[in-house]
């Protein structure tokens, strides 16, 4: 009898549905995955109305909270030896191609065909890859040795604006993401970045990628919600020193430049670049986020010598 009953479970286990063990898309602040302070989400769904994903609804506590781990990580990331910045940034590439697969199907879900998804993942890759090689490369071109009728040496060298509010495509899940975060980070900045709210999937999934890509804690900070919620926290935090926009909504870019003026942040509007060319990528979108720095250092009496000119 009791092996009747036995046979008769597991008869039921072989043929009874498995419930599909659904993925929680939170937040990413200062390399962990809390759920919103607020406690609030909203449903992510495609073209066809699907359920994808309950997705956070990040508040204004998520973005101070962002703010302040990003702030944390500035002096360490920015300290960093550039070439060391773009070997972490050659690891996530090497991240991202491993786990190609699940980000081709979180394409596909949100109304991606296989082969405009497995384009877009590919060139995510490069874009990553072509950053990397970039970050000890583009001080040497941008920097500049000044002639001065004095007796100074006068040089003048980029270095990062440091935390970067980033309000990435809407109209992109994956690649507009990329393209904004990696020439922040490849110039030594942090960033907190808000992903699209219509596709946030692949964006908290690019979290994990960069959570296991040796990249600090807090040098990047990934929220999700409602642009017209959180854009005004973006534009008039006080310890933010820039602000990147990438949608063509001539009120909010208003908004963003006067809140903005507050504390003099830089604003940078990217709402007429196609991610997905050649133009999507450029060792400028590096310099929109620098500020030059001018030395002037003394010749006189070195080693003896008279001074010079």
Known sequence: MHTLILFKQQKMATTEKRL???????????????????????????????????VCLGSRKDFRDAV?????????????????????????????????TQFIDELIKQDATRTQAENEVNLCID??????GWCDKFQQLFSSVNPVASSHFNFSVPEPTGV????APQ????LGLVSVIAPIIAGGNTCIVLASATKPLCAVTFAEVLNSSD????????????????????????????TVFCEADTATQKMIKEKSALNVKRV????????????????YFIMDLQEIKTTWHPIENIGGAKAGY
Do not use: C
Request: charge should be positive; hydrophobic fraction near 40%.
């Open 171 to 174: 109209g992109d899940s994956l």
């Open 127 to 132: 874009r990553l890859i072509y950053y990397s």
């Open 215 to 242: 990249l600090p804690g807090g040098v990047v900070n990934i929220l999700t919600g409602k642009v017209a919620e959180l854009v005004t926290f973006f534009a008039d935090h006080m310890d933010v020193n820039a």
């Open 68 to 100: 302040v781990a990003a702030r944390n990580a500035f002096g360490g990331w920015s300290g960093r030896a550039a070439f060391n910045r773009g070997q972490i940034l050659y690891r996530i590439a090497e991240m991202l191609e491993g786990r190609k």
């Open 164 to 167: 970067v509010a980033a309000i």
């Open 20 to 54: 599909e063990v659904l993925k929680t898309y939170k937040i990413y602040i200062g390399g962990q995955f809390p759920r919103t302070e607020s406690g609030r989400y909203y449903v992510a769904t495609n073209s066809k109305k699907e359920n994808l994903a309950n």
């Open 268 to 283: 940078v509007l990217y709402d007429k670049v196609k991610w997905a060319t050649a133009a999507g990528q450029s060792p």
